[in-house]
Nanobody
Framework: QVQLVESGGGLVQAGGSLRLSCAAS????????MGWFRQAPGKEREFVSA????????TYANSVKGRFTISRDNAKNAVYLQMDSLKPEDTAVYYC????????????????WGQGTQVTVSS
C-alpha cells in the first residue's frame, strides 16, 4: 500500500505561482506513474497532469498546458506540480495519485490517493 501526502497549497493572486508537493511512503514509488487531479466545489474531479515512472513522459490537460509543469524525484519519493500564471478557475482541491498504467489520464486508472491540498486563486 502507498500513502500519499500533498502539501504546498494556499491562497495566491491571479498570475501568481504555487508549487505543490506529494510525498509517498514505501519503496515501490518508482514503479508507479503519478498524476495530479483537482476538484472544484460542485464539480467532478478532473485530470490535471501525469508523469511516467521514469519521468520520461508527461501529459497535461489542455486547460493547464503551458502553465503547469509536473516533475518527480524517485530518490525522494516525491512528485511536484509547478503552477504558474494561475487563474481563478484553477481554484480547487488538488490531489496526487498513483497508477500502474504507463501515462494514465482517467480516474479509474489510479489506485492510491492523497487527501488533497486546497489551492485558491483570487482575482
Amino acid at each position: 500500500q502507498v500513502q500519499l501526502v500533498e502539501s504546498g497549497g494556499g491562497l495566491v493572486q491571479a498570475g501568481g505561482s504555487l508549487r505543490l508537493s506529494c510525498a509517498a511512503s514505501g519503496r515501490t514509488f518508482s514503479r508507479y506513474a503519478m498524476g495530479w487531479f483537482r476538484q472544484a466545489p460542485g464539480k467532478e474531479r478532473e485530470f490535471v497532469s501525469a508523469i511516467s515512472r521514469s519521468a520520461v513522459s508527461t501529459t497535461y490537460a489542455n486547460s493547464v498546458k503551458g502553465r503547469f509543469t509536473i516533475s518527480r524525484d524517485n530518490a525522494k519519493n516525491a512528485v511536484y506540480l509547478q503552477m504558474d500564471s494561475l487563474k481563478p478557475e484553477d481554484t480547487a482541491v488538488y490531489y496526487c495519485a498513483t497508477s500502474s498504467t504507463w501515462l494514465p489520464t482517467t480516474l479509474g486508472e489510479y489506485n492510491y490517493w492523497g487527501q488533497g491540498t486546497q489551492v485558491t486563486v483570487s482575482s
